[in-house]
């Protein structure tokens, strides 16, 4: 039962964009929250940005104003855009899904299985 689907990582110089793609099964995307999160070897995974189905999104600080987390109702799909990317931004991209009532404040229900982003200085 596959659930959260992404794409879209890669390599890319620092100061280039990418934009990540997570598509949900539409029993998860419709009701609930969605997010991204990064992990790098030896830590656990942070949150990097977050959007609820009313469209309320979060941001970590250190990449607010840079990245956009932003959903497609039609596509069963969460993006998130990637700008101004820094050797900081590495690692590894995965997405999220919570149960419905849920949100970034508790671990997340659903994961995919992660997209590997490197920023090259």
Known sequence: QVQLVESGGGLVQAGGSLRL???AS?????LNAMGWYRQVPGNQRDLVAGIVSGGITKYAPAVEGRFTIS????KNTVY???NS?????TGVYF???WRPG???AWAADYWGQGTQVTVSS
């Open 95 to 97: 997405c999220a899904g």
């Open 71 to 74: 959903r497609d109702g039609a």
């Open 85 to 89: 990317l820094n050797p900081a931004d």
């Open 21 to 23: 793609s997570c598509t």
């Open 26 to 30: 539409d029993r998860i995307f419709r």
């Open 102 to 104: 849920r949100t970034w």
């Open 80 to 82: 998130l855009q990637m």
